[in-house]
């Protein structure tokens, strides 16, 4: 089969694999109709995640068809339309009964503080991703979901990573009616948070970035009032005056690891790796709200440390909260949305790129040309 294989930092290329088999009897075999690259891929493409290994298939957010069951998998049959979470997770641990499946602790024999995802660098667990004609699904029976009928395929690809952790961004938020919203980063999981942020009640919706093109996207897709933050001396003390110079009630990190706007933090976290990440975003969010507010990180960093700014998050009365999303766990409610069209996931996919040629998309994704939101892969084309 052909895969993208990582070679390197800012260096992937597609190669010819062997269609992974069944190796556990609740395993599937996926045909791999439609992929997408996310953020998450980019901190893996610039060779900032530990362990991650040459010949890696990325690829956490994928759709296919069932190619093949082991002899447990009881709720697939060969031919069905499914949509497969990101997180790989077992269903039945502590974690998984809690519906933290991003957090499940027996999928990944690498780490016990990291869950597991498709595609993620052996630090996750080392499974291949679905960047690839073909992947390997480990508890076939717990992760995937058939993809309902009335369901746009697109649609269907995006609630299995960035639009479900947009959603959730806005949840761990605990906005309530009238709330004041700041997102920062208006990449895909910045757009979905600011959209779903109305849907929770949100009174005001500002999203931060320093890319035209996609601040238009967040006001055009989801009615933000937006800010580049390279237009202000300070983009905090531009916040604080538009909230009354109180601060926002909540603010949602959609930026992560390789955040912008401080060159040492830059500096210190991606060219020496002094930090696991530069939270340059998750400060700036520390710093925009209100005493006794909530930040809501999505954003993804590294181990071990970051500079964050924790004694003033402690002495403002800050509630932080974080995880991986637990996909699937949004999914009922966002099929409500889409169904009702209040969510139009597939409009800010701006890229259809055939899987032969997704070292120019991871390129281009990375580099942020041709106004790039978010690339989705076709392999077979
Ligand atoms: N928690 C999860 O489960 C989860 C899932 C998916 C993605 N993520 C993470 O979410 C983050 C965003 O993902 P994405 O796909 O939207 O990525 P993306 O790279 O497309 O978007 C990030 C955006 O942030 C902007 N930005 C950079 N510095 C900034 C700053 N200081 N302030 C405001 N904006 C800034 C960039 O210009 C870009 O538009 C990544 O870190 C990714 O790893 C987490
Ligand atoms: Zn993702
Ligand atoms: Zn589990």
Same mark, same amino acid.
């Given at each position: 089969?052909?895969?993208?294989?990582?070679?390197?930092?800012?260096?992937?290329? $597609?190669?010819?694999?062997? =269609? %992974?088999?069944?190796?556990?009897?609740? #395993? +599937?075999?996926?045909?791999?109709?439609?992929? *997408?690259?996310?953020?998450?891929?980019?901190?893996?493409?610039?060779?900032?995640?530990?362990?991650?290994?040459?010949?890696?298939?990325?690829?956490?957010?994928?759709?296919?068809?069932?190619?093949?069951?082991?002899?447990?998998?009881?709720?697939?049959?060969?031919?069905?339309?499914?949509?497969?979470?990101?997180?790989?997770?077992?269903?039945?641990?502590?974690?998984?009964?809690?519906?933290?499946?991003?957090?499940?602790?027996?999928?990944?024999?690498?780490?016990?503080?990291?869950?597991?995802?498709?595609?993620?660098?052996?630090?996750?667990?080392?499974?291949?991703?679905?960047?690839?004609?073909?992947?390997?699904?480990?508890?076939?029976? $717990?992760?995937?979901?058939? =993809? %309902?009928?009335?369901?746009?395929?697109? #649609? +269907?690809?995006?609630?299995?990573?960035?639009? *479900?952790?947009?959603?959730?961004?806005?949840?761990?938020?605990?906005?309530?009616?009238?709330?004041?919203?700041?997102?920062?980063?208006?990449?895909?999981?910045?757009?979905?948070?600011?959209?779903?942020?109305?849907?929770?009640?949100?009174?005001?919706?500002?999203?931060?970035?320093?890319?035209?093109?996609?601040?238009?996207?967040?006001?055009?897709?989801?009615?933000?009032?937006?800010?580049?933050?390279?237009?202000?001396?300070?983009?905090?003390?531009?916040?604080?005056?538009?909230?009354?110079?109180?601060?926002?009630?909540?603010?949602?990190?959609?930026?992560?690891?390789?955040?912008?706007?401080?060159?040492?933090?830059?500096?210190?976290?991606?060219?020496?790796?002094?930090?696991?990440?530069?939270?340059?975003?998750?400060?700036?969010?520390?710093?925009?709200?209100?005493? *006794?507010?909530?930040?809501?990180?999505?954003?993804?960093?590294?181990?071990?440390?970051?500079?964050?700014?924790?004694?003033?998050?402690?002495?403002?009365?800050?509630?932080?909260?974080?995880?991986?999303?637990?996909?699937?766990?949004?999914?009922?409610?966002?099929?409500?949305?889409?169904?009702?069209?209040?969510?139009?996931?597939?409009?800010?996919?701006?890229?259809?790129?055939?899987?032969?040629?997704?070292?120019?998309?991871?390129?281009?994704?990375?580099?942020?040309?041709?106004?790039?939101?978010?690339?989705?892969?076709?392999?077979?084309?």
């Amino acid at each position: 089969m052909r895969a993208m294989v990582y070679r390197g930092p800012y260096k992937v290329r $597609v190669e010819e694999k062997d =269609i %992974p088999p069944i190796e556990h009897p609740n #395993d +599937a075999i996926i045909r791999v109709t439609l992929a *997408a690259i996310c953020g998450s891929d980019l901190h893996l493409y610039h060779g900032l995640m530990p362990d991650t290994r040459v010949g890696h298939t990325f690829g956490h957010e994928f759709i296919g068809v069932v190619e093949e069951v082991g002899p447990s998998v009881r709720n697939l049959k060969v031919g069905d339309r499914v949509m497969v979470p990101a997180n790989i997770y077992c269903g039945s641990c502590f974690y998984c009964a809690r519906g933290l499946y991003s957090n499940c602790h027996n999928v990944n024999p690498n780490a016990t503080a990291v869950g597991s995802l498709y595609g993620y660098s052996h630090t996750t667990g080392g499974y291949d991703g679905g960047q690839a004609e073909f992947v390997r699904v480990p508890f076939a029976d $717990v992760g995937p979901s058939l =993809i %309902p009928e009335w369901m746009d395929e697109e #649609d +269907a690809l995006m609630c299995t990573d960035a639009l *479900a952790t947009g959603y959730f961004g806005a949840q761990l938020g605990d906005i309530v009616e009238g709330d004041t919203v700041i997102v920062f980063g208006a990449g895909p999981v910045g757009l979905y948070a600011a959209k779903s942020a109305w849907l929770m009640g949100a009174g005001r919706v500002i999203v931060i970035d320093h890319l035209d093109y996609r601040l238009d996207k967040a006001r055009t897709f989801a009615h933000a009032e937006t800010y580049n933050f390279t237009e202000y001396d300070d983009i905090v003390v531009q916040m604080k005056k538009i909230t009354d110079h109180l601060g926002a009630d909540v603010a949602i990190d959609a930026v992560g690891a390789e955040a912008d706007g401080s060159f040492l933090q830059h500096v210190t976290a991606t060219k020496f790796k002094l930090q696991g990440g530069s939270p340059v975003a998750l400060n700036w969010a520390i710093d925009s709200v209100r005493k *006794a507010a909530t930040v809501s990180v999505m954003g993804a960093y590294g181990p071990v440390f970051s500079a964050v700014k924790f004694g003033d998050a402690m002495n403002k009365g800050l509630t932080l909260n974080m995880n991986q999303t637990p996909m699937k766990r949004q999914w009922p409610r966002l099929f409500e949305h889409i169904k009702a069209g209040y969510l139009k996931p597939h409009e800010i996919i701006t890229h259809r790129i055939p899987l032969e040629h997704i070292a120019e998309g991871y390129h281009m994704f990375s580099a942020k040309l041709d106004n790039c939101i978010k690339p989705v892969i076709i392999p077979g084309s």
